[in-house]
Nanobody
Framework: QAQLAESGGGLVQPGGSLRLSCAGSGLSFRAFAMSWFRQAPGKERELVAS????????YYLGSVKGRFTISRDNNKNTIALQMNRVTPEDAAMYYC??????????WGQGTQVTVSS
């Protein structure tokens, strides 16, 4: 059974950095485009960043462009989201998503990012 497991969330000060990871198991990881979404209380889930299956093409939400970096290691079945210069607006539950573009979609359980001084 396919599973995605996020880790790395926690408390970070404004202006600080945090690195999120997502490990996939039970799926042909290399066949899936991967994304990070986030959802803050009272808000809709939004796409933060995505990366294609070979790590060539990336996409970023405008408000995180230049601060966040998505990457993947297909040998380790993992993706990461490096978050720099974090702001209070980045506080949310962050979710990892796998999509093979042919109807298979998997979500992780999420990891909480709290931004506070």
């Amino acid at each position: 059974q396919a599973q995605l497991a996020e880790s790395g969330g926690g408390l970070v000060q404004p202006g600080g950095s945090l690195r999120l990871s997502c490990a996939g198991s039970g799926l042909s990881f290399r066949a899936f485009a991967m994304s990070w979404f986030r959802q803050a209380p009272g808000k809709e889930r939004e796409l933060v960043a995505s990366i294609d299956n070979i790590g060539y093409k990336t996409y970023y939400l405008g408000s995180v462009k230049g601060r966040f970096t998505i990457s993947r290691d297909n040998n380790k079945n993992t993706i990461a989201l490096q978050m720099n210069r974090v702001t209070p607006e980045d506080a949310a539950m962050y979710y990892c998503k796998a999509n093979n573009g042919m109807g298979l979609v998997y979500w992780g359980q999420g990891t909480q990012v709290t931004v506070s001084s």
